[in-house]
């Protein structure tokens, strides 16, 4: 099993920056990615950036030249930049490991 703690949410105005963190510990050499997700209310959960353990990554179309997401399989970071209000959701850190886990999530709210 992985297990996973977020930090760093919060609130900050339009076009300000927030980073998120999350911290991988137990079975993290079987971890082939780690990713953050969002989920606004009233929206499903979608892929915000992705790290594998090769070092490639993806980002979703939005957030592309915004965020940037770096570490390695035991500890991952998401710097944001340029923040939207539509970037309001709550995210999570998510390691697949042949098994998807999940951290609990971390509030990120921006206002306008």
């Known amino acids: 099993q992985v297990h996973l703690v977020e930090s760093g949410g919060g609130l900050v105005q339009a076009g300000g920056s927030l980073r998120l963190s999350c911290a991988a510990s137990g079975r993290v050499f079987s971890t082939y990615a780690m990713s953050w997700y969002r989920q606004a209310p009233g929206k499903e959960r979608e892929l915000v950036a992705r790290?594998?353990?090769?070092?490639s990554t993806d980002y979703l179309d939005s957030v592309k030249d915004r965020f940037t997401i770096s570490g390695n399989m035991d500890h991952i970071y998401l710097q944001m930049n340029s923040l939207k209000p539509e970037d309001t959701a709550v995210y999570y850190c998510?390691?697949?490991?042949?098994?998807?886990?999940w951290g609990q999530g971390t509030q990120v709210t921006v206002s306008s």
């Open positions: 790290l594998t353990r090769g070092g």
């Open positions: 998510n390691a697949f490991a042949i098994s998807d886990y």
